[in-house]
Nanobody
Framework: VQLQASGGGLVQAGGSLRLSCAAS????????VGWFRQAPGQEREFVAT????????YYTDSVKGRFTISRDNAKNTLYLQMNSLKPEDTADYYC????????????????WGQGTQVTVSS
């Protein structure tokens, strides 16, 4: 499956952005999906994951209550709604997919999109 992320940009602290990840090539609904991020000089970190049906989610603590991961299998698209953004959310955001169950482990994901940059100004 091929993934293409979009929707990043520059936003002030407290603002919102919605990232999208368009999938093509295979049956999107067969894959668990996730969002990860990587800030300059730091390792890639887990943000959120969602199972194949969209009924189960898991978030890293720092984004709970602010970010929402969702998917539209009919449109082959993954989303990340980000509200109440903070400067520490600044990073390149990556979408990922795997054939197995949803997980927060980046090394378990087989497919990755290119990053979309999110910059939150204070």
């Amino acid at each position: 499956v091929q993934l293409q992320a979009s929707g990043g940009g520059l936003v002030q602290a407290g603002g919102s952005l919605r990232l999208s990840c368009a999938a093509s090539g295979r049956t999107f609904s067969s894959y668990a999906v996730g969002w990860f991020r990587q800030a300059p000089g730091q390792e890639r970190e887990f943000v959120a994951t969602l199972n194949r049906s969209g009924g189960r989610t898991y978030y890293t603590d720092s984004v709970k209550g602010r970010f929402t991961i969702s998917r539209d299998n009919a449109k082959n698209t993954l989303y990340l709604q980000m509200n109440s953004l903070k400067p520490e959310d600044t990073a390149d955001y990556y979408c990922a997919a795997r054939a197995g169950t949803y997980t927060f482990n980046a090394w378990d994901y087989e497919y990755w999109g290119q990053g979309t940059q999110v910059t939150v100004s204070s």
